[in-house]
């Protein structure tokens, strides 16, 4: 670059560095790796929709769509998650189609975040948030939940809210994610009830991703949505209840200003999202909403398969209350070095798994293990972290 | 809206309201309107990109993709632009596919606009020039081309410079784009090198949406990319080469550390593209390469039908060099008045067509009409206006 032009910008510069690359960095290259680090579903999209997305191509809808997205598909998608979750959304222009949840969640921070303004954001963490806050121009405060067993309450938020403030940092939103990625975790209606209060009282946005929803294994999905509809913006999508992560398809839900606001950024970024992808997600939504209830059960046998395994192994792990990761916590030798010890397991296992610190700097005790891949791959790769952990003991 | 909650951010307010959306209500609801105002081309996607599109669908290409777009999709793309224009691009990194050329502006303004940087642009606009300019926090420096028959020149260059700093504004970037919407000018190889040597002169960083590259009727067209390389953001993707607007394919090609910077901002927003659309495009860029060609002749057609009428009904229209709008004074009594008589037409003519006041606020004097519709609808519509200028007179 010509040293004379002017620099990159500082937002450029504020975005952290994703800490999975520099895990994927020292990998390196290894030849037959079993990938059980992403979280991308291994299952093919249903039949019927793959027809409707086909159907859309050959009625020639390659033109621009509405930018607030289809009618049909925000029409579909307030039935859908009226029905699954009690959403009450009373009008399609507060749901907004995004390109997967990842830009709804962009979208929420930029029309509320400005300079400086706090988000509070439970750890562990999906890092993407950490990075999505830094491009809105905020300041992330993290939000522990290791001394809780990873489970937010209201004096967890309380405490961390006065810590910001003591700090000079003024709190505006949180961002919280449930069932949890990365630790499964999932809030009962009363617990949400609970949390929805605090943060009414101290008056905080919330961004609720609840992408997970369809991949609950204890008890139903509650939202949060429904019970603080005021404070909300519900973000969530079909990347994982119909697994069509590589269709990019998510929604932000929001009432009045917020709503618009949204719009007007989405506008300005995209123009809109592919308009055959929106008949095939409207197909999804209307005639297909229980795909999720299809793959759960196969996720359910599999995490227990890997729990189940690992705490034979000397992991100590938990199962999930929903999606579908393994959050386990290393066995003794390991303890503090997660991060070691998954880099040697991928080179000389060929397995890859996520170490805790990707997603928190305290939980350098624990690994994330994704069951999107198959019973027999997650068997495979059991056989041979059990090999690995024989031959370094 | 609960008033205590934190309110809207001041990049929100801080994007223009579109003028267009403006003029759209103002027309209100008007039944069996032609509409001559977008430029959504009436094409369908040529059939084996279709059939390309739907075999990636039925072969489940649904996951992730690799979020600086798919490696077959940009080399393909390297040698298409390297071909039709000379682009020499060297690295596939140097090339990210993005949502559009619209999310391309996006990328490369976050990437280097801090707030109350200078971005010139180019009057009349396409007014998300101005939009994207805000979201990034910048300030907008426009460049009227008015006076010099809407060609940019050197010398309206250096003046506008000029004036930015003595008003305190620093311009560190230009947003360029030819053929141009809505005048439709274009420049020969000279032109673009004159103009590429005040940008270096300048240290300006060059955003050059080259979108309608395809259809340029005078002469070839020739990139600003290979000009000035290391200044330059190409800016450009399929929507109109190949009638694909609602497919959202768009690419950012640039070098060295700015290339890194869309990246990174691009999986922070967006993750990636969808897949299955990603493999159509490969497609379309690898096999269907001159699509544009086809679709040129039938634009140039129906282009110079609008022009030879317009100026036998008193409008004064002048062919352009490229793109698929006619940019025309309108006739002497509407004179001041194009934002008026083009609600009236809409209303009473039932023909839509754009004011000029939407690209510029020196352009009321003006009026653009798409061609993106077929020569019969196109024929419909100016008996229309005629009618409705006999009836007015």
């Known amino acids: 670059m010509i040293k004379s032009l002017k620099a990159l910008s500082k937002r450029v510069e504020s975005i952290p560095h994703d800490p999975m690359l520099d895990f994927m960095d020292q990998v390196g290259k290894v030849d ?16 019927n929709t793959k027809e409707a997305f086909i159907k859309s191509i050959n009625e020639d809808h390659s033109h621009y769509a509405d930018g607030q997205g289809t009618f049909q598909l925000r029409k579909a998608a307030m039935d859908y998650y009226d029905q699954k979750y009690d959403c009450k959304i009373e009008d399609p222009n507060e749901i907004l189609v995004t390109g997967g949840a990842a830009e709804a969640i962009n979208l929420a921070l930029l029309s509320i975040v400005d300079k400086n303004d706090g988000i509070m954001i439970i750890e562990p963490e999906y890092s993407q948030y950490s990075t999505s806050v830094a491009l809105a121009g905020g300041q992330k405060i993290p939000v522990d939940t290791i001394s809780n067993n990873f489970k937010l309450t209201p004096a967890l938020v309380e405490k961390n809210y006065q810590t910001a403030l003591d700090k000079g940092i003024k709190p505006v939103a949180i961002i919280l994610n449930f069932p949890n990625n990365p630790t499964g975790k999932s809030y009962s209606l009363d617990e949400l009830k609970e949390l929805a209060s605090i943060f009414e009282k101290l008056n905080l946005w919330v961004l609720s991703d609840e992408i997970y929803a369809e991949q609950s294994y204890r008890q139903k999905h509650h939202s949060l949505y429904p019970l603080i509809p ?18 990019r398809i998510g929604f932000a839900i929001a009432k009045g200003e917020v709503a618009l606001a949204m719009r007007k950024i989405q506008d ?8 055959p992808i929106q008949d095939a997600a409207a197909f999804a939504v209307k005639y297909d909403p229980d795909a999720g209830k299809r793959t759960r059960k196969e996720y359910f046998k599999r995490i227990k398969l890997v729990v189940d395994k690992l705490n034979q192994l000397g992991f100590s792990a938990e199962m999930p ?19 070691e010890f998954c880099i040697d397991l991928a080179q ?7 170490p805790g610190a990707i997603f928190s700097s305290t939980a350098s005790d624990y690994v994330r293990i994704s069951c999107a891949q198959s019973e027999k791959i997650l068997s495979r790769a059991l056989v041979s972290i059990e090999n690995y952990l024989k031959q370094g003991s």
Do not use: E
């Open 32 to 47: 037959n790796l079993i990938d059980l680090g992403f979280g991308d579903p291994d299952f093919a999209v249903a039949k």
């Open 268 to 275: 300005t970024f995209l123009t809109c999202l592919p308009t």
């Open 348 to 354: 000389k296992a060929r397995v890859q798994i996520f």
């Open 230 to 247: 005021d404070q909300t913006i519900l973000i969530t999508g079909l990347s994982k209840s119909h697994s069509m992560t590589g269709y």
């Open 321 to 339: 209350d929903g999606a579908f990761y393994v959050w386990a916590k290393v066995p003794k030798r390991f303890i503090g070095k997660s991060f």
